[in-house]
Nanobody
Framework: QVQLVESGGGLMQAGDPLTLSCAAS????????MGWFRQAPGKEREFVGG????????YYSDSMEARFTVSRDNAKTTVYLRTNSLKPEDTAVYYC???????????????????WGQGTQVTVYS
């Protein structure tokens, strides 16, 4: 079992930087690839980016236009999502997710993840 807790969301202005954290506890964090997803009001959940178990490989949704970076610190059992400049359309609930295994494909498929956090709200005003 893995527990995931996101933090760092809130009310932000367009152009602000953002760092979200996802703290993991439970089984060996190193065994899990991690992903970030988001869900805007009235829309389906969408993939933002993911990182492999060691942090040496990351994968992003093309629709994010290379604006987000996913990284992890295995010593702190934490994964991060960062952007340098928020846009109003980034308003959403952001979720981190964990999946067991070291295969490097299908990061964008929500169904491949075993555990999910409760989400953190990010609201961006212009």
């Amino acid at each position: 079992q893995v527990q995931l807790v996101e933090s760092g969301g809130g009310l932000m202005q367009a152009g602000d930087p953002l760092t979200l954290s996802c703290a993991a506890s439970g089984r060996n964090f190193n065994d899990y690839a991690m992903g970030w997803f988001r869900q805007a009001p009235g829309k389906e959940r969408e993939f933002v980016g993911g990182v492999n178990w060691s942090g040496t490989y990351s994968y992003y949704s093309d629709s994010m236009e290379a604006r987000f970076t996913v990284s992890r610190d295995n010593a702190k059992t934490t994964v991060y999502l960062r952007t340098n400049s928020l846009k109003p359309e980034d308003t959403a609930v952001y979720y981190c997710a964990a999946r067991l295994g070291r295969y490097q494909r299908d990061y964008e498929k929500a169904g491949t993840y075993d555990y999910w956090g409760q989400g953190t709200q990010v609201t961006v005003y212009s």
